[in-house]
Structure formats: structure tokens, C-alpha cells
């Protein structure tokens, strides 16, 4: 029933940029918290942007001034655009939705920072 599909991910050389998109299902999208996530090789997921139904926004202190997420309604899409990537950068981006019938995720993108 819930879909969730991350897209954008890929190699860039350090210093680049890239738009990551997630296309959710369903008719409330409007109404639901969003946000994206990582998870490097040997750690644990982790926050890197959260927003709100009315589109407040929250970032982690490692991508903050560097990212920004963003939301359309009418195209059920939340984006994250990642601007002078680092290497650290490296990780499956993961997009989550917050239902009232719980917690949904995405299958990720991979997003590759190296020369």
C-alpha cells in the first residue's frame, strides 16, 4: 500500500552537488512528517533532514548550510538537495514517511562522494 521511492543517488567527485527525490503514494501526503536518512558502511542510520506538514525543517549539524529539503504536495515528492559533498557524504539515503499507522521507508539510493 505505502510506496516510497528514492531516486538521484550516484557517484559525484567532492565539491558537487546532487537532488535527491521520494515519490510517495497514497492521497494524505500533504499531512504527513518526511524526512531523510543515511546509513554509511559500519554505522548506523542517522537523521539528515526532517520536515513538517507545514514545512518547518530540521537538519543534522553534519549536512547543515550544505543541504536542504523540500517538499511538493501536489507532486507527492520531498526532495534533498546536497550541495559541496564530501567523501563523509558517502551513504544509502533512505526517505521516510511518518503515517498515522506508522513508520514507512523507502528502499534508498546510494549517493557515492569520491574522485
Known amino acids: 500500500q505505502v510506496q516510497l521511492v528514492e531516486s538521484g543517488g550516484g557517484l559525484v567527485q567532492p565539491g558537487g552537488s546532487l537532488r535527491l527525490s521520494c515519490a510517495a503514494s497514497g492521497n494524505f501526503f500533504r499531512i504527513y512528517n518526511m524526512g531523510w536518512y543515511r546509513q554509511a558502511p559500519g554505522q548506523q542510520r542517522e537523521l539528515v533532514a526532517s520536515i513538517s506538514s507545514g514545512g518547518e525543517t530540521q537538519y543534522a549539524n553534519s549536512v547543515k548550510d550544505r543541504f536542504t529539503i523540500s517538499r511538493d504536495n501536489g507532486k507527492n515528492t520531498v526532495y534533498l538537495q546536497m550541495n559541496s559533498l564530501k567523501p563523509e557524504d558517502t551513504a544509502v539515503y533512505y526517505c521516510?514517511?511518518?503515517?498515522?499507522?506508522?513508520?514507512?521507508w523507502g528502499k534508498g539510493t546510494l549517493v557515492t562522494v569520491s574522485s
Open positions: 521516510k514517511q511518518d503515517r498515522v499507522t506508522g513508520i514507512y
